[in-house]
């Protein structure tokens, strides 16, 4: 019986990796699976070796970094003295995984990497430890495939997962009859991140923005997304005493119904441009974080619908720009400029346009099945 692993940091890995296991279980309905993940590969047939969830902690700490090397000598001694799995998938978090994968390359473990780590914007040296320990890398960007040829490394362009799995608009009418908001009025939602340290940094500003904007404009309305791998202490602690509604678990619905958008940086933005809403994009960290991440990166953008487009679509408002006055400026002219608006949402529909129909997960499952069946057939 053919078994792999796969691994996975964080609620979104989990999403992927579950699609992928679907995929492969419909082809092999017999292999073997253990992971570390959460629900989402659980539910698809995973075994969890453990879950996930305190992968991502608050920031950077010696707590966080010594469980991780506790987790990571756990789990490839595992694999390499008793599960002896004949691929180990990697899904995101990069830095987590190729630890992992230097560890069991050497043990002779075959290791594919989805979802690789973005060197394209920063750590580009990272590429060399890839080649080393990577067998083969799926990646969901179209400009990576030759940058990884070009280092003659084992590359296949999977297409991005989002291109088939973000559903498609939400009714708005039902939307806001079921929140009770008012269609009539614009509607202003906010994503101040998944992570504990994105609400740190970014809900207080994100939530005075949205005051501010209420006072010059009572007729906006504003809701505000509340990540599903939070939980409500540690989201309550950072969003408090607040007239705006919270609403769980329903990201995709609230981005596609809302006028205007106010996200932390990250994947939500790629989302958001898949259905043309416009939207400002704003970061803020610990300074000495944000001054290694200037000498390391590769390129200026932060968001992906301006990566993946080459231009300057989204608003980007990092570090010192981030601040109340500017997210109220740019969201003003999403609102009310109707030229720059219009402008906006037709150059969102490029990001599209840039990427693959391909069925991102189904394109994994194939590369995976090939190789366990390259030599001894199921």
Not at 18 to 29: C, H, I, M
Request: proline share 5%.
């Amino acid at each position: 019986m053919k078994k792999i692993f796969i691994i996975t940091g964080e609620y979104s890995g989990d999403i992927h990796g579950g699609k992928v296991l679907e995929n492969l279980k419909q082809e092999l309905p017999d292999i073997e699976v253990e992971a570390i993940g959460g629900e989402n590969l659980q539910k698809a047939g995973a075994k969890l070796f453990c879950d996930h969830s305190k992968m991502s902690g608050f920031g950077f700490n010696l707590k966080m970094a010594f469980d991780h090397l506790k987790l990571e000598k756990r789990v490839c001694d595992y694999l390499i003295n008793n599960y002896k799995p004949d691929i180990v998938l990697l899904i995101d978090y990069g830095t987590f995984n190729l630890r992992v994968a230097k560890r069991i390359k050497k043990a002779g473990i075959k290791v594919f990497h989805y979802i690789p780590p973005q060197i394209w914007a920063s750590r580009k040296w990272r590429i060399k430890e890839i080649k080393k320990y990577i067998d083969k890398v799926l990646c969901i960007f179209p400009f990576e495939v030759d940058m990884y040829k070009n280092f003659g490394i084992d590359v296949h362009y999977c297409g991005h997962p989002l291109i088939r799995q973000l559903p498609p608009k939400a009714d708005k009418i039902n939307f806001f009859e079921k929140y009770n908001l008012n269609p009539q009025k614009p509607l202003v939602s906010i994503f101040p991140g998944s992570r504990p340290i994105e609400l740190y940094f970014l809900a207080k500003t994100f939530i005075k923005t949205a005051k501010r904007l209420k006072k010059l404009h009572p007729e906006l309305q504003f809701c505000i997304s509340h990540a599903p791998n939070l939980n409500d202490e540690i989201f309550n602690k950072y969003i408090k005493d607040i007239d705006m509604k919270i609403i769980k678990g329903e990201n995709q619905a609230l981005l596609s119904v809302s006028d205007s958008l106010i996200l932390a940086s990250g994947t939500v933005a790629l989302e958001a441009s898949l259905y043309q809403v416009p939207m400002i994009v704003g970061y803020k960290g610990p300074w000495i974080l944000y001054l290694i991440y200037l000498m390391v990166r590769c390129i200026k953008k932060v968001s992906l619908p301006n990566i993946i487009t080459g231009e300057n679509i989204v608003p980007e408002l990092i570090q010192l720009k981030f601040n109340e006055e500017n997210i109220c400026y740019e969201t003003e002219r999403l609102l009310y400029d109707k030229k720059y608006r219009a402008d906006i949402i037709e150059k969102l529909g490029h990001v599209k346009e840039k990427l693959s129909d391909k069925y991102s997960a189904l394109e994994a499952a194939k590369c995976i099945i090939e190789e366990l069946l390259k030599e001894n057939p199921v």
